[in-house]
């Protein structure tokens, strides 16, 4: 109770002689800064940390030991937009390799399936490979992808993430769905939502200003599941401008 009355002081304080766009609008400017970048394609390598659960999943996935608290190896992220993403997961340890591919919502599964890796490829094809057409098109087909979700796009607020100013398309109480655009450049920075069988996701968008990602795509994208960190995906080298070959969607 003290962190819900806490999180709600924090978003009155921000929100008290500001005016908050409503989420409308801000949908349309973020799908607006994203269609500036002229992104068609885009490949980013990097490290995977996987924690928590996260340890048990990938460990059985790519047969290697669990018995650590952390579980680090390489990550792939592919994207050809629109809708088509795919994450590779490899490990030193291991000669096997873990990879989902969605294409236009639909997942299919190379090895066996990794979950924290199906949601971060889910939430990264929906949130950052969007393109519907148009302006408005991209934007009320994002409205309609987070209302799905349960978040009430309706009600905005303010808040800090990260050290930085955001609004908050959703109820404002903790543990509601929730989509958090940083408020300055438009961007994404974290997504809220309890999928079918109960388990509060949080899907995090971190540090659009680093060298190694230019500011199209965050350096760091991390999954949490029920208040636990359980994969962190860290860009170290990024590519919008070669082609991303079709065969690595297609079956």
């Known amino acids: 109770m003290k962190r819900l009355i806490a999180v709600s002081a924090v978003l009155v304080s921000l929100a008290a002689g500001a005016y908050v766009l409503p989420g409308g609008s801000i949908l349309r400017r973020m799908a607006t800064a994203r269609e500036e970048k002229h992104l068609s394609a885009f490949r980013v390598e990097g490290s995977v940390i996987f924690s928590s659960t996260g340890v048990t999943e990938a460990g059985a996935a790519l047969n290697v030991p669990t018995d650590r608290p952390e579980l680090q190896g390489d990550g792939v992220l592919s994207v050809k937009i629109p809708g088509r993403c795919r994450f590779d997961a490899s490990s030193p340890d291991s000669s096997l390799k873990a990879a989902t591919v969605q294409v236009s919502g639909r997942k299919r599964v190379e090895g066996k399936e990794v979950p924290v890796i199906s949601v971060l490829v889910a939430q990264v094809c929906a949130i950052l490979a969007q ?23 309706k009600v905005t607020s ?94």
């Open 131 to 153: 393109d519907a057409g148009s302006v408005q098109d991209t934007k009320l087909a994002q409205e309609a992808y987070l209302q799905g979700l349960g978040v009430n796009t």
């Open 158 to 251: 303010l808040a800090r993430f990260g050290g930085e100013v955001a609004y908050v398309l959703g109820d404002p109480a903790e543990g509601k769905p929730q989509f958090w655009v940083y408020k300055d450049a438009f961007r994404p920075a974290r997504l809220r939502y309890s999928d079918a069988s109960g388990a509060a996701w949080d899907v995090r968008f971190v540090d659009y200003a680093s060298p190694s990602t230019g500011d199209w795509m965050p350096r760091t994208v991390e999954v949490w599941k029920a208040g636990q960190r359980v994969l962190r995906f860290t860009a170290l080298k990024a590519d919008n401008r070669s082609a991303v070959p079709d065969k690595l969607f297609t079956p």
